[in-house]
């Protein structure tokens, strides 16, 4: 009995242990990184340009995302806001299914169009099933089927009867009986009123109604949308921060100084020529 035991808890190990390894690989450090560096007209425009234009990783992995753009940028997965990283720092995100495009826009008063990164998501390998479990000696073998009784030889009409033995002599089969079945639908007492119809000829059961849940499932319907993101930030991002009007009040400030600048400018060399005559 124990033997029994132990074997089966062994079995039940073995099951389980790719169960185990692939809840410890989920959400694993893939070693990839898209680093977005910055460009543009210093001080007054910024952009961000990636290393790579694609890359691929395997599904529940994360993938380091820099910002070397020298401003704080908006981490923009498929579109949609997500956060913002900092000057210098680096963001994580975890990508459950592809693709997603990533893509970094820096806070600064002109921002030119970033480009985005296609990240290509390989979905998980399937775990082939575990061999099953030998079967142990104490277990019942299954049972066989008796073959059938070996048919009588031939004998010639002119050849003795044999004596019935004690051992061979068996009862002759009781008559069958006539009755009717308790599955065959009988009529009631109101059918056999009705002239016309006997009472056999009306069933008592109706059929049953087909049950919805024993339909099978994915056969030749639409298939079902995925819940859930595609990837999600899960380090180093912060919030929006709402700076729309003060970088409107940057813009005006910064044209309002290289006005009085070139007007300065002007001025001066006018100043210099009439010295100059």
């Not at 132990?6 to 389980?16: D, E, I, K, Q």
């Not at 056999?192 to 919805?212: E, H, K, N, W």
């Not at 298939?223 to 005006?252: C, F, K, N, R, T």
């Amino acid at each position: 009995m124990r033997s029994r035991i132990t074997r089966r808890s062994l079995a039940a190990l073995v099951a389980a242990l790719p169960l185990l390894t692939g809840a410890a690989a989920a959400n694993e450090e893939s070693g990839e990184e898209i680093v977005f560096s910055g460009g543009g007209l210093i001080g007054l425009a910024c952009g961000a340009k990636p290393n790579v234009g694609a890359i691929s990783l395997p599904a529940e992995s994360t993938l380091r995302v820099v910002n070397r753009t020298g401003y704080k940028a908006k981490l923009i997965l498929d579109g949609v806001t997500q956060g913002e990283v900092g000057k210098g720092d680096a963001a994580k995100v975890l990508f459950h299914r592809g693709p997603v495009t990533v893509a970094l826009k820096p806070n600064c008063v002109l921002t030119e169009e970033s480009t985005s990164v296609r990240v290509t998501v390989r979905p998980p390998a399937r775990v082939a099933p575990p061999p099953a479990a030998p079967r142990s000696p104490a277990e019942p073998a299954p049972a066989v089927a008796e073959a059938p009784p070996a048919a009588p030889e031939p004998r010639s009409p002119d050849a003795a009867p044999d004596r019935p033995t004690p051992g061979d002599t068996r009862p002759a089969p009781a008559a069958a009986t006539s009755s009717t079945p308790p599955d065959r639908p009988t009529g009631t007492a109101e059918s056999a009123r009705v002239p016309g119809i006997t009472p056999s000829a009306v069933p008592t059961t109706q059929s049953p109604l087909p049950d919805p849940l024993a339909a099978p499932l994915g056969g030749g319907g639409p298939d079902v949308a995925v819940a859930g993101v595609a990837a999600e930030p899960v380090a180093a991002v912060v919030p929006v921060e709402e700076s729309g009007p003060v970088g409107l009040l940057a813009l005006i400030a910064t044209i309002c100084v290289i006005g009085v600048s070139a007007g300065a400018i002007r001025a001066i060399i006018a100043q210099r020529a009439a010295r100059a005559a």
